[in-house]
C-alpha cells in the first residue's frame, strides 16, 4: 500500500513545478497563469529507502521494487472555490479523494512571477485555501444536520451517533478551525468522524517555496510558516522547487549527490516530503526479500500481520497461517535469512503481531 498526497495551493506557488521534478515528468503544464492545471495530474514514485538495496545486496535479489507513493496535482484554488468561484467545485472533489494534503507555500519574491493577490504572504495564503475548505465542510455538515436531527428524533441510534460528532464538527469549524482538531473520545467515533469525509479532517504538510539560496536553512518567511505548523500541532518542510526539478533532470545517482553537496544539501526535497509523509499519515515500511526480488511495503502504524499479509495479495491475508519474522537489524547484522534463523533471530508470528518497521516478512497462508 502507497499513500496518495494532493498538492494544492494558490496558483503560481510552484505546485506544479514541484510535481513535475518530484515525478521527473512534464505531464503538469508549470503555466504562469492560474488553472493552467485543469485535470488533476497523478504520478507515482518509489519511495527511496536505503534498508531495501541493503537487504537485496544480502540476498543477490535479481529485481529491487520500493514501495509507492502518489501524488496528485491539483489546481490552484481561488477565494470562492467552496461556491464554485473558478473551478472550485472540482478541485474540491479532487481534494476529497486523496489521503493527505501537501499545502504548498510561495516563500521567494520574485517580480516575473505573478501572485493572485499580488505580494507575498504565505500565511494569508494558506488561510485563503483553509478558509474555502472550511466553508465547503460547513456547507456539507449543514445540510446532513437536518435529516441527521429528524432521523436521531425517530430513535436512530446510528443517526444519533453521529449527530454527536457533525455538531462538535459544527462548532469548530464555526470558530474557524479545521475539523481535524475535533476530539474523538474512542474508536467509534473515529469511525464516524471518518466517514463525514471532511476536506479539513485530512493531515496537512505545508510545503514552503524558496529561493535556491535557501533551500537549506529556509527563510524569514518560511519561518513564520513554521511557526504556523507548530501552533497547530501541524508539519512543515523547506524545498526549492526549482531545484528539486534541475536534479531532477541529471542522470546519475553521483550527479545528483554532487550537485545537492554544491547547494549545502544532503537530500533531496522529496526525501524529506516522503519522511515527512509518512509521519503525518502514520505509516511504516516492511519488506519481502528473495533470489528474484527485494521488495517494500507500506502498512500503517499497529497493524498486525494479516493485514500486513494483504496488502501483497489478500488470499494471504484470509489464508493467514503465521509470519516468519526477521528484524531489519538481524537480517544484516547475520548476512541473510540463513544467519538470522542460525542465531535464533527469525520468530513465529502470529494473527495478533504487531507489525514494526523494517520487519522482514515471509508468510505461510492457506486457502
Keep these: 500500500m502507497g499513500f496518495n498526497c494532493g498538492i494544492v495551493g494558490l496558483p503560481n506557488v510552484g505546485k506544479s513545478t514541484l510535481f513535475n521534478a518530484l515525478t521527473s515528468t512534464a505531464a503538469a503544464e ?47 484554488l481561488v477565494r470562492g472555490a467552496s461556491k464554485g468561484e473558478g473551478l472550485g467545485n472540482q478541485f474540491l472533489a479532487n481534494i476529497r479523494e486523496v489521503d493527505a494534503i501537501i499545502h504548498v507555500l510561495r516563500c521567494f519574491e520574485d517580480d516575473n512571477i505573478t501572485h493572485v493577490d499580488d505580494s507575498i504572504d504565505p500565511i494569508r495564503d494558506a488561510e485563503t485555501v483553509e478558509t474555502e475548505l472550511m466553508l465547503a465542510d460547513l456547507d456539507s455538515l449543514e445540510k446532513r444536520e437536518q435529516a441527521l436531527i429528524k432521523r436521531a428524533r425517530g430513535n436512530d441510534k446510528d443517526a444519533a451517533a453521529t449527530l454527536k460528532i457533525v455538531e462538535r464538527c459544527l462548532e469548530v469549524l464555526r470558530e474557524g478551525q479545521p475539523a481535524r482538531v475535533v476530539e474523538r473520545r474512542d474508536a467509534d467515533e473515529e469511525k464516524l468522524f471518518q466517514m463525514l469525509q471532511l476536506l479539513t479532517s485530512k493531515p496537512v504538510l505545508y510545503v514552503c517555496n524558496v529561493e535556491e539560496d535557501s533551500a537549506a536553512e529556509g527563510n524569514s518567511i518560511s519561518a513564520r510558516v513554521f511557526e504556523k505548523a507548530a501552533s497547530e500541532n501541524a508539519r512543515a518542510v523547506v524545498i526549492s522547487a526549482q531545484i528539486e526539478e534541475e536534479v531532477s533532470k541529471l542522470d546519475s545517482e553521483e550527479d545528483k549527490a554532487d550537485f545537492l553537496e554544491s547547494l549545502g544539501l544532503e537530500e533531496t526535497g522529496l526525501a524529506r516530503i516522503i519522511r515527512e509523509g509518512y509521519k503525518l499519515l502514520n505509516l511504516l515500511t516492511f519488506f519481502t526479500v528473495g533470489p528474484k526480488e527485494a521488495r517494500a511495503w507500506t502498512v500503517r502504524v499497529a497493524s498486525k500481520a494479516p493485514q500486513a499479509a494483504g496488502v501483497i495479495h489478500t488470499d494471504f491475508e484470509r489464508g493467514f497461517i503465521k509470519a516468519e519474522t526477521i528484524a531489519f537489524e538481524d537480517y544484516v547484522e547475520f548476512n541473510g535469512e540463513t544467519g538470522a534463523k542460525e542465531n535464533g533471530k527469525m520468530r513465529q508470528e502470529g494473527k495478533e503481531y504487531v507489525v514494526k518497521d523494517g520487519d522482514v516478512f515471509h508468510f505461510r497462508f492457506n486457502v
Design 30 to 76: 508549470a503555466a504562469n497563469f492560474p488553472f493552467c492545471t485543469i485535470e488533476p495530474n497523478t504520478g507515482r514514485v518509489g519511495v527511496p529507502d536505503d534498508r531495501l538495496y541493503k537487504l537485496a545486496e544480502i540476498a543477490g535479489s535479481a529485481k529491487i521494487i520500493p514501495t509507492q507513493l502518489e501524488f496528485v496535482d491539483i489546481a490552484g
